[in-house]
């Protein structure tokens, strides 16, 4: 029996073009996670390469969803064509009936479907998908002294909801060189946005001399956390911390920094989450996480 059988649901997938399924969504993560994706309407709107697998009451409330989306990785030196799996939930009162375990299955057929050779998600229920293959990839940042100072060189402020810098910011992701090579989205460019505005700590500043965006935060004294770059060409950790005018003492890396002239001691980085892989090689060479800005 299928799940519409058991629920009286009605089952929509690719549904992102249709503003009320939308904001069906946009209601369904709020409930559950107290999440706002709608302002990514402004941001250029959601990942185009999507595909949400959704079911809705009669009214039009959505009930359970998971969605799909091309999340391209470099993983131990090789660029992986990925799917990203985001915005798990169904709804209290239709729990416990199945429509997760269908939804599931429905989008992993469909990355099956599309070639996807791996498929990675965050979670802080494993358990809900190691019984499809997925494994835990353990996550490090990297910690240590902070690189020797060189002549400040200058930086403004992003702000992603001015034009302008969004436009700037869109030339800089479509173009980006991964921040690691041994974990690092390709591209994702809906997922930094976004993430720019869910965490009220992070700055954006723009290096003009390397035309390079840089997301990061202080979350002590003297203490820099370097969150992700997004440019062609990666400047060094000291150049960076120049354009932002910053005097450091310690600083950490939310990446393995292979590309940045430093180096750091590697510390297991704990969040409520993990991020699980299935697919062929879910080991790291290496320490290293996905910079906090791919998080989705
Ligand atoms: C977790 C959640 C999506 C489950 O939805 P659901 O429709 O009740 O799940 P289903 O009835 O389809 O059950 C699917 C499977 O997950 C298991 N499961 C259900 N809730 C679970 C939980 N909290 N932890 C671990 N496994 C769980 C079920 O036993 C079932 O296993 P089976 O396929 O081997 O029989 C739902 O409780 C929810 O939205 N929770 C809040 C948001 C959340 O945690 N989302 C997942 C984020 S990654």
């Given at each position: 029996?299928?799940?519409?059988?058991?629920?009286?649901?009605?089952?929509?997938?690719?549904?992102?073009?249709?503003?009320?399924?939308?904001?069906?969504?946009?209601?369904?993560?709020?409930?559950?996670?107290?999440?706002?994706?709608?302002?990514?309407?402004?941001?250029?709107?959601?990942?185009?390469?999507?595909?949400?697998?959704?079911?809705?009451?009669?009214?039009?409330?959505?009930?359970?969803?998971?969605?799909?989306?091309?999340?391209?990785?470099?993983?131990?030196?090789?660029?992986?064509?990925?799917?990203?799996?985001?915005?798990?939930?169904?709804?209290?009162?239709?729990?416990?009936?199945?429509?997760?375990?269908?939804?599931?299955?429905?989008?992993?057929?469909w990355c099956?479907?599309?070639?996807?050779?791996?498929?990675?998600?965050?979670?802080?229920?494993?358990?809900?998908?190691?019984?499809?293959?997925?494994?835990?990839l353990p996550?490090?940042?990297?910690?240590?002294?902070?690189?020797?100072?060189?002549?400040?060189?200058?930086?403004?402020?992003?702000?992603?909801?001015?034009?302008?810098?969004?436009?700037?910011?869109?030339?800089?992701?479509?173009?980006?060189?991964?921040?690691?090579?041994?974990?690092?989205?390709?591209?994702?460019?809906?997922?930094?946005?976004?993430?720019?505005?869910?965490?009220?700590?992070?700055?954006?500043?723009?290096?003009?001399?390397?035309?390079?965006?840089?997301?990061?935060?202080?979350?002590?004294?003297?203490?820099?956390?370097?969150?992700?770059?997004?440019?062609?060409?990666?400047?060094?950790?000291?150049?960076?911390?120049?354009?932002?005018?910053?005097?450091?003492?310690?600083?950490?890396?939310?990446?393995?920094p292979d590309?940045?002239?430093?180096?750091?001691?590697?510390?297991?980085?704990?969040?409520?989450?993990?991020?699980?892989?299935?697919?062929?090689?879910?080991?790291?060479?290496?320490?290293?996480?996905?910079?906090?800005?791919?998080?989705?």
């Open positions: 029996m299928s799940a519409a059988h058991l629920t009286g649901l009605n089952f929509r997938q690719d549904y992102f073009s249709d503003p009320a399924a939308w904001a069906a969504l946009v209601s369904l993560l709020d409930d559950t996670f107290g999440i706002d994706i709608d302002p990514l309407r402004d941001l250029g709107g959601p990942d185009p390469t999507s595909m949400p697998f959704g079911w809705f009451t009669d009214e039009g409330v959505l009930a359970a969803n998971l969605s799909a989306f091309a999340m391209p990785f470099v993983l131990n030196g090789r660029l992986i064509n990925a799917a990203g799996l985001q915005s798990g939930a169904v709804r209290p009162p239709w729990r416990g009936r199945g429509l997760y375990r269908d939804v599931t299955q429905k989008a992993l057929a099956e479907a599309q070639g996807f050779e791996a498929v990675i998600l965050y979670t802080d229920k494993p358990a809900l998908y190691e019984k499809y293959g997925f494994r835990p996550l490090h940042k990297y910690v240590g002294q902070a690189p020797i100072a060189m002549d400040h060189s200058g930086s403004r402020s992003l702000q992603p909801r001015d034009t302008e810098d969004l436009a700037l910011l869109q030339g800089l992701l479509a173009t980006r060189k991964p921040v690691s090579e041994t974990l690092a989205v390709a591209s994702s460019p809906a997922m930094f946005l976004i993430n720019t505005l869910l965490d009220t700590d992070v700055r954006l500043s723009y290096l003009e001399e390397y035309k390079a965006a840089v997301a990061w935060k202080m979350p002590a004294d003297g203490h820099f956390a370097l969150l992700d770059v997004v440019a062609a060409e990666i400047p060094s950790f000291a150049a960076i911390l120049a354009g932002l005018g910053i005097l450091a003492t310690t600083v950490e890396t939310h990446f393995r590309r940045f002239q430093w180096s750091g001691k590697a510390v297991p980085y704990e969040s409520g989450t993990r991020l699980m892989v299935r697919g062929p090689k879910g080991s790291l060479d290496h320490p290293a996480m996905l910079s906090p800005l791919a998080d989705f």
